[in-house]
């Protein structure tokens, strides 16, 4: 099996918490075993929510683009991220082309 390590862009899936079953992208790592995630619409990059890993499933998937942007420091907007997430968070309407 695979191990994933959680790196900045990666996505990830909250496993506990009332956020269970939304899906994020890991905007910072910490050194204290928690990564900072944001889905772009409730938790924005200005206020990203703190998660323990163990309270994460990780995705192999990657954001590269806004990975990029994140790391060498450029403007990311919460648009980008909810776009790429869009698919994840909501599969319905995305398949059927609805705006919500």
């Known amino acids: 099996m695979k191990v994933i390590t959680p790196e900045v862009g990666g996505i990830c899936q909250s ?9 994020y992208i890991i905007s910072s790592v910490e050194k ?7 889905d772009g619409n409730f938790k924005r990059l200005t206020t990203p ?3 323990n890993l163990k309270h994460l499933r990780l ?3 990657k954001v590269e ?3 990029v942007k994140l ?10 991220i909810y776009s790429a997430l869009k ?9 059927n082309g609805e705006n919500e």
């Open 87 to 95: 698919n994840y968070n909501y599969p319905k309407t995305a398949e």
């Open 71 to 80: 790391i060498s420091g450029e403007k990311v907007f919460d648009t980008e």
């Open 32 to 38: 204290d075993g928690t990564v900072l995630v944001t």
């Open 15 to 23: 496993k506990q918490g009332r956020d269970k079953d939304r899906y």
């Open 49 to 51: 929510k703190k998660k």
């Open 65 to 67: 683009s806004i990975a």
């Open 59 to 61: 995705l192999p998937e």
